[in-house]
């Protein structure tokens, strides 16, 4: 059974950067894409990125895009997500998701693994 454990969320000054790492245990990591995705206070959960299984390629929304950027680390079944120049309204949990394909998908529905979550406040 395929578990995933997110680590380095906290607490952060508007600008500021943090770095969000999630890792895999159980399965052939490398023959998972990979997402990540957040929730904030009312929200609905929403896509934040994602990376192709060999990490080739990735993925990003709109409000993310320039400040965030996801890689990953095969050999250490470790995926990551770099947030620089934070803004409040990131305030999140944060959750990575994998799904056994090559592309990340912006569907949570598409993915069959979760992590239980990290939360990143950004404060103004």
């Known amino acids: 059974q395929v578990q995933l454990v997110e680590s380095g969320g906290g607490l952060v000054q508007a600008g500021a950067s943090l770095r969000v790492s999630c890792a895999a245990s159980?399965?052939?990591?490398?023959?998972?894409?990979a997402g990540w995705f957040r929730q904030g206070p009312g929200r609905e959960r929403e896509f934040v990125g994602g990376?192709?299984?060999?990490?080739?390629?990735?993925t990003y929304a709109d409000s993310v895009k320039g400040r965030f950027t996801i890689s990953r680390d095969n050999a250490k079944n470790t995926v990551y997500l770099q947030m620089n120049s934070l803004k409040p309204e990131d305030t999140a949990v944060y959750y990575c998701?994998?799904?056994?394909?090559?592309?990340?998908?912006?569907?949570?529905?598409?993915?069959?693994?979760w992590g239980q979550g990290t939360q990143v406040t950004v404060s103004s």
């Open positions: 990376i192709s299984r060999g990490g080739a390629r990735t």
């Open positions: 159980g399965g052939t990591f490398s023959n998972y894409a």
């Open positions: 998701a994998i799904r056994e394909a090559v592309w990340g998908s912006p569907n949570p529905k598409d993915y069959a693994y």
